[in-house]
Structure formats: structure tokens, C-alpha cells
């Protein structure tokens, strides 16, 4: 049991310095405050994306499935 504290109190605490370390001198990007429009745009682009990278999946499944029905009908036939 003291073992499972220690090791929650350990994540709690490098939580607590990590926050503590991005309020310093930080290097991440200044947040730039969108309209919503840009908002709307992004989220087309990215089901663009999605979409498109499903569409890939599928020709993978449909050409898997083709190989699969040959092998059926060769297997049927002999």
C-alpha cells in the first residue's frame, strides 16, 4: 500500500513542477484567437482528412475482400 502512494504522490508532484515550469520562460506559441469561420474551415479540413484517409482503408479492405472471394471460388471449384 505506502508503495501506490508514493508513487501517486510522485506523479502529483512532477505534475505540479511541470505547470510550474510552463507559467516561466516558456517557448510555446503565442494562442491567436480564431473567428469562427477559421473554426469551421479547420474542422472541414480535418474531416477532409479523415475522410480521405478512410477512402484509403477501404480500398485496402475491398482489395483484401477480392483476394479473399478468389480464393473462395478456387477452393469451391476444386
Not at 62 to 70: D, G
Request: positive net charge; glycine residues 12%; charged residues 35%.
Amino acid at each position: 500500500m505506502p508503495q501506490k502512494k508514493q508513487g501517486a504522490d510522485a506523479g502529483k508532484s512532477g505534475a505540479s513542477k511541470e505547470g510550474q515550469a510552463g507559467t516561466g520562460g516558456s517557448t510555446r506559441k503565442p494562442w491567436v484567437k480564431k473567428t469562427p469561420v477559421e473554426v469551421v474551415l479547420e474542422q472541414i479540413a480535418k474531416q477532409e482528412e479523415r475522410v480521405a484517409g478512410m477512402r484509403e482503408e477501404l480500398k485496402k479492405e475491398e482489395r483484401e475482400l477480392q483476394k479473399l472471394q478468389q480464393a473462395k471460388k478456387v477452393l469451391e471449384a476444386g
